[in-house]
């Protein structure tokens, strides 16, 4: 009988142990706390994405900066190739309009000095009074009398 009754108390303990394992487990909701909750949670996540998204932005601007840099340093560049060749065809136009060079160029093309030369004076404006072109002598002087339209002033009508 022992035997029996040993049994007969495992199995009232195992009921029982059964019994409040199967029995659900039962509290008060606090409503206020699960919306406290859900309000952190949601500030975290809206902070955290956030972020996320500030880190897109600032990554995106510092590509975008890279690449505008990577654009100046090619224009840069050009402009310094660019530089360059100008300065060397100033050199070469300054090199080519000297008075030798271009004596020189003329005697190579066949081109002989004149026995006695003549030079052309351009219309301009001497002293307020248009000066029309004419040709002088060598070692002629610029007297205004003398020359031809001398009394003509710009904006005058003759009448």
């Known amino acids: 009988m022992t035997s029996a009754a040993q049994q007969s108390r495992q199995r009232a303990t195992s009921k029982g142990a059964a019994a409040k394992s199967q029995r659900p487990r039962l509290r008060v909701i606090d409503h206020s706390k699960l919306k406290r909750e859900s309000r952190r949670r949601s500030v975290v996540m809206g902070v955290i994405l956030f972020l996320a998204g500030c880190l897109f932005v600032i990554a995106f601007v510092h590509a975008t900066l890279v690449q505008h840099q990577h654009q100046l340093d ?16 100033e050199r070469d136009v300054n090199i080519a309009s ?16 004149s026995q006695d030369p003549v030079y052309l004076v351009a219309n301009h404006y001497l002293a307020g009074r248009l000066i029309t072109g004419q040709l002088l002598e060598v070692g002629a002087s610029l007297e205004p009398e003398q020359l031809v339209g001398a009394d003509s002033v710009p904006g005058e009508t003759s009448e």
């Open 74 to 89: 090619v224009i840069n560049s050009e402009i310094a190739v660019a530089a360059e060749r100008s300065a060397q065809l």
């Open 98 to 113: 000297a008075p030798v060079v271009i004596v020189e160029r003329a005697e190579a093309l066949g081109m002989v000095r």
